[in-house]
């Protein structure tokens, strides 16, 4: 008497092939690059050049707390201008550490910062999105669910991020609790942290020991989180208090002038590069103050301005050129660092957004960049989040990956007998390094006859993205965490927005 057949085996094997699990890539160990464009006295130049503007210029600390602490530790305070001494500037900066283990709650999904390595972090902030049929429309706080999801089931993408956009339907005071909750709960990679305020950050860090522990947290890398410099040269009272509450934790920030270059900056290479040195390595210096060896990423945020509307223009090649000077000196300084990278001024996932997302992220790689931000989705000059794009990109992330990791290793012997085997005339599809060592393939890539294409729908980039964001929302499992920890998270937000709504 045969065995009852199993309910679901056939649709169960049909259900793996159509949506298999997701196989995730390590810390990307970079073997191609990086790029210098500088000889040993390019790089002076430009350090010189920073600490000069350092010594003489200054920069703006607009927080009476941080001018405390710069007076006290020796600078030239004069109202809120800031005047470091290069010895100074340098002694300061000498205790960042070059690189950091930047910790998952699941440890697998554990990533490294600094040196050879390089990882993948979501989009950050939009307003917008460009919803699963194409529609533009203010972005909601299921939105930023989505998009933790898409980032834990990815292969590639290292950071789901703490912001993949702004919740516009959740109050701004409660908005970094639902947003770190979610991140925490809906992945299990590393996170980001908020930097809305000084309150915000504080929640930050108690939810971070909540999940790690306080003393875990206290001596290990948990969260990285972007503060920006207002470029010309001033850190304000925001950020300020957002980089103390941080470094006093042990978490680093990536401390990032926004750089509109040819506005914010001069329009050449060189004197932007100097300019955005000298106002990152202040943030980096000041962090230092707080607490000593506390890890940092010097951070830089560059794009280009549109010389007939004055709007910000992505994929130009000054800001190409600005991000490999930017690598350059950041491993003359011994110090990570940070760049953006998959961004278009495009309204829709087309062929200029597809030139923009190359043309920025080639440099960025090539200039041996660790942390990069915005590495999917991004449209409209980084005010819209498109879901289509976002899953289209994180796949070109696989294909980055793969090609920045370099040759492997190969038995050319073995290779010669294949070929002579095959003989003139012949082909290598049935042979066993072939069948072994299959070229990298993007899935959602189309390259079928035209009429397979056409019979299939004639389906565009975009609505291909579209499905398979779909698709992947539709399979996303929520990794586990442990019941005792999760209550307390819960029980912690619940106390906050309570506190926050009154």
């Given amino acids: 008497m045969s065995e009852p057949r199993k309910r679901g085996g056939r649709a169960s094997r049909v259900a793996a092939r159509t949506n298999p699990a997701p196989v995730y890539l390590p810390t990307l160990n970079r073997a191609v690059g990086p790029i210098d464009l500088l000889g040993p006295e390019g ?35 004069q109202g809120e201008r800031v005047r470091i001494g290069r010895d ?20 697998d999904r554990t990533v490294d910062v600094g040196g050879k390595k390089s990882i993948f972090a979501n989009a950050y902030g939009a307003p917008f999105v460009y919803d699963l049929d194409g529609t533009r429309r203010p972005s909601q706080l299921a939105d930023a669910h989505n998009f933790f999801k898409l980032g834990q089931m990815s292969q590639a993408m290292h950071v789901p991020g703490i912001l993949p956009v702004e919740p516009q339907d959740v109050p701004v005071p409660e908005r970094h609790l639902e947003l770190v909750h979610a991140a925490l709960t809906l992945t299990d990679k590393p996170i980001k942290g908020s930097v809305l305020s000084e309150t915000a950050a504080r929640d930050t860090v108690k939810m971070a020991q909540i999940v790690f522990g306080e003393d875990f947290v206290d001596q290990n890398v948990v969260l990285t989180s972007l503060l920006n410099c207002n470029t010309p040269l001033v850190w304000d009272e925001t950020m300020l208090e957002s980089l103390r509450v941080y470094a006093a934790a042990n978490q680093p920030c990536l401390l990032s002038p926004f750089v509109l270059a040819g506005a914010s900056t001069p329009a050449s290479p060189q004197g932007g590069v100097a300019l955005l040195i000298a106002e990152s390595l202040a943030g980096m210096a000041y962090s230092q103050i707080i607490r000593k060896g506390c890890p940092m990423v010097l951070g830089v945020a560059i794009m280009g301005v549109s010389m007939k509307t004055g709007a910000p223009m992505m994929g130009s090649p000054e800001p190409g050129l600005m991000n490999l000077l930017v690598g350059q000196m950041a491993r003359f300084y011994r110090v990570p660092w940070r760049s953006c990278t998959m961004w278009t001024g495009s309204k829709s996932p087309d062929l200029q957004a597809g030139y923009d997302t190359a043309n920025t992220m080639w440099p960025v790689l090539l200039g041996g960049c660790n942390y990069i931000v915005h590495s999917a989705g991004f449209l409209e000059g980084a005010l819209g989040v498109s879901y289509s794009k976002w899953v289209q990109d994180s796949q070109q992330l696989e294909n980055f990956h793969r090609f920045f990791t370099g040759l492997q290793e190969e038995n050319l012997d073995a290779l010669l007998g294949d070929i002579a085997e095959v003989g003139p005339g012949g082909h290598f599809l049935g042979t066993d390094h072939t069948r072994e060592h299959p070229l990298h393939m993007n899935m959602l890539q189309n390259n079928d006859s035209f009429e397979q294409w056409e019979a299939e729908g004639a389906k565009t980039a975009e609505v291909v993205g579209n499905i398979e964001a779909k698709r992947i929302l539709d399979n996303y499992i929520q990794p586990p965490m442990p019941v005792d920890q999760r209550g307390a998270l819960d029980e912690f937000v619940a106390k906050k927005r309570a506190e926050y709504s009154t």
């Fill in 43 to 77: 790089v002076e130049k430009i350090h010189n050049a920073a600490m000069t503007i350092l010594e003489t210029t200054g920069i703006e600390f607009r927080d009476p707390i941080a001018l405390a602490d710069w007076k006290r530790a020796g600078a030239d305070v």
């Fill in 88 to 107: 100074m500037l340098m002694d300061l900066i000498s205790t960042v550490p070059e690189s950091y283990t930047l910790h998952a709650r699941n440890g």
